[in-house]
């Protein structure tokens, strides 16, 4: 059986979607957890729904991409529950910026590395020190995207920065390595959350056509990164690191194959224009 009971767990951008997902599943696995979330609202909501699953809970107003406001949560965090076992850095955001490369501005590129990348440097490096204060199993699990595995046209910023925490993952795997603090990431197809809702943004007439365009059928849900995390940060991972699981359904396999209504594969389009209604 899967018990964190005695672990502490840091969750960034825990309010909603796949950070939520991720800390009400440690929370039911008997992990105390701390949230950083930016959005008031979603700060209530989660601190109310842990309060009634009996978690030992932590959840803080906290922009992550801000050194001081980090810091601060992390002394909180050290004071209330004495280090941490657990970090998932989870924020992330591609901002609305889809277009061609040369319309895209100096300030939507600061933009993006602040929620994509950087906040990833600023919490994992406060973080460490509380790390390092645990025993036996300290992971860290990165959040990035499939988008940093394959080509993405109209959003080459957010994909270049998502293939950075690959890297970021990788290297810090291999530097935390000997004092057995582990660094994995979870890199989701398209997902159903409150910030991007596939099956809204397929047209109508195409929805029923999903189910052949990624190969186990539907997009991802939140609880299909929860479980990824949930293997990463338990003793079943305990010789793993360094490496990024796929969520994807099989899309990235699939390598732009796709299944026609009667059943068959191509790699040709199958809808007339792009599919999306936006």
Not at 42 to 69: I, K, N, W
Not at 194 to 207: G, I, L, N, W
Not at 246 to 266: I, K, N, S
Request: with cysteine; net charge negative.
């Amino acid at each position: 059986m899967i018990s964190f009971a005695g672990k502490t767990a840091l969750v960034t951008g825990g309010g909603a979607g796949i950070g939520r997902a991720i800390a009400e599943a440690l929370g039911k696995l008997g992990a105390r957890v701390a949230i950083a979330e930016i959005d008031p609202a979603r700060v209530e909501a989660v601190r109310a729904a842990l309060d009634g699953s009996g978690v030992e809970a932590l959840v803080s107003a906290t922009d992550v991409r801000d050194v001081a406001q980090v810091e601060t949560l992390m002394s909180q965090i050290d004071q209330r529950f004495g280090g941490l076992d657990i970090v998932v850095n989870n924020v992330g955001d591609f901002l609305g910026v889809v277009k061609p490369f040369d319309s895209t501005t100096e300030a939507e590129w600061d933009a993006l590395y602040a929620v994509n990348l950087r906040h990833m440097f600023i919490v994992t490096r406060a973080a460490l020190p509380l790390l390092r204060k645990g025993g036996q199993g300290r992971s860290i699990i990165n959040i990035s995207t499939i988008e940093a595995f394959r080509g993405i046209p109209m959003c080459p910023i957010y994909s270049a920065f998502k293939a950075g925490v690959t890297g970021f993952t990788k290297s810090m795997a291999l530097e935390l390595a000997p004092e057995g603090i582990r660094v994995n990431a979870i890199a989701p197809e398209t997902t159903e959350t409150e910030q991007v809702k596939p099956s809204q943004f397929v047209k109508p007439q195409y929805r029923e056509h999903v189910q052949r365009w990624i190969p186990l059928g539907r997009f991802g849900e939140p609880r299909d990164a929860a479980g990824c995390a949930i293997f990463l940060a338990s003793e079943l991972s305990a010789w793993v690191t360094g490496v990024t699981i796929h969520m994807d359904g099989g899309a990235l396999a699939a390598g732009g194959f796709y299944r026609t209504p009667e059943g068959r594969w191509t790699n040709t389009p199958v809808v007339s224009d792009s599919g999306f209604g936006f």
